[in-house]
């Protein structure tokens, strides 16, 4: 079946870059995607990348995809207090209708 | 455009009440979801209509939840009768295309 799968919890320094891991298992998703939620708030889209690209570059971030392993990363460069957040991986199913979630991950920043 | 709008944001109430939640998703979007976020389970999707029409309401726990969309613009969750376990975040979230967008959440305590 579709599931996506991600570590609970990532504590980083401040101004160092964080990376976020993810695997998925369905093949033939179109879209993955990381969304950001952020305390008492809803989950906001970051970014998405379309299933035939390697990477995606937007500013501080930065998705990496490897469909051989199923594997989806976000790397966020100069990590700041304001990227304390839980991310959640996600990838459009295969009915394309509907998009898979990951259970997130909670980015901690320390000084 | 103001993004998914969701009301109540915040509802208290007892057990065995009737709770309604609304959604007004962003105009145009053809598909609505409804989600649940709660520590112990994570984000549940319990349905979601495209057209206004439900395509699958796998994720709706028990007889009690019953959603609704009567146009484009407007959809409902209700919870009849509610009970403490109830207790969580409720997003609604429309989508176009491959972008999905949040709402902010209706946070629900049933005592």
């Known amino acids: 079946g579709e599931d996506v799968e991600q570590s609970l919890f990532l504590s980083v320094r401040e101004g160092d870059s964080s990376v976020i891991n993810c695997t998925y298992t369905?093949?033939?998703?179109?879209?993955l995607y990381w969304y950001k939620q952020e305390p008492g708030a809803g989950l906001q889209l970051l970014t998405y990348?379309?299933?035939?690209?390697d990477m995606k570059q937007d500013q501080r971030l930065t998705v990496l995809l490897n469909k051989k392993d199923k594997h989806l990363s976000l790397r966020i460069a100069d990590t700041q207090t304001g990227d304390s957040a839980i991310y959640f991986c996600?990838?459009?199913?295969?009915?394309?209708?509907?998009?898979?979630f990951g259970s997130g991950t909670r980015l901690s920043i320390r000084p | 455009d103001a993004g998914v709008i969701q009301s109540p944001r915040h509802e208290v109430t007892e057990m065995g009440q009737e709770v309604t939640l609304r959604c007004k998703p962003i105009s145009g979007h053809d598909y609505l979801f409804w989600y649940r976020q709660t520590m112990m389970r994570g984000l549940e999707l319990l349905i979601y209509f495209n057209n206004n029409v439900p395509i699958d309401d796998s994720g709706m726990p028990e007889d009690r939840f019953s959603a609704k969309m009567p146009n484009a613009s407007f959809s409902t969750l209700k919870i009849q009768p509610s009970e403490p376990r109830d207790s969580a975040v409720y997003f609604c979230?429309?989508?176009?295309?491959?972008?999905?967008?949040f709402g902010p959440g209706t946070r629900l305590t049933v005592l």
């Open positions: 990348i379309f299933s035939n690209m």
């Open positions: 996600a990838e459009e199913g295969s009915s394309a209708s509907k998009i898979i």
């Open positions: 979230a429309s989508r176009q295309g491959n972008e999905q967008f």
């Open positions: 369905d093949s033939s998703s179109t879209y």
